[in-house]
């Protein structure tokens, strides 16, 4: 009877691990997606973008980010400016979300929880 609470003790900790591990990830995700979606919406809606006669929903935010590079070089417009600056924030935490949730799944505790829920690099 002496092992038991050690070992109820023991689950209870892995268990709040495993669920708050998940939760995390699930929380990544959601600001990823939320992000991107953010991006695709504002630069679809843009009149710039009629500069740079691309998709913004073909890539992912490698070539989101060089579209909104160009079109940085070829508007002079300081309102279409500031856009384009906003958008390179949300961009910015698009991209560090990413590298984190990325970054923690990849990490060996983390990534047993992130593949029994099917979590996927992004």
Not at 17 to 28: G, P, S, W
Not at 69 to 80: D, G, L
Not at 84 to 104: C, I
């Amino acid at each position: 009877m002496g092992f038991v609470p050690i070992f109820i003790t023991l689950g209870g900790f892995v268990f709040l691990f495993v669920l708050l591990v998940h939760q995390n990830l699930r929380q990544k995700k959601r600001a990823f997606s939320l992000d991107w979606e953010t991006l695709v919406s504002r630069v679809r809606d843009g009149s710039w973008l009629k500069l740079t006669e691309q998709n913004p929903e073909g890539g992912g935010l490698d070539s989101l980010e060089r579209l909104l590079r160009f079109a940085a070089k070829s508007t002079s417009n300081p309102a279409e400016k500031a856009e384009m600056e906003s958008l390179k924030e949300v961009l910015g935490r698009a991209k560090r979300t990413r590298y984190e949730y990325n970054n923690l799944i990849g990490t060996k505790p983390y990534s047993f929880v992130a593949s029994l829920f099917g979590h996927h690099p992004l």
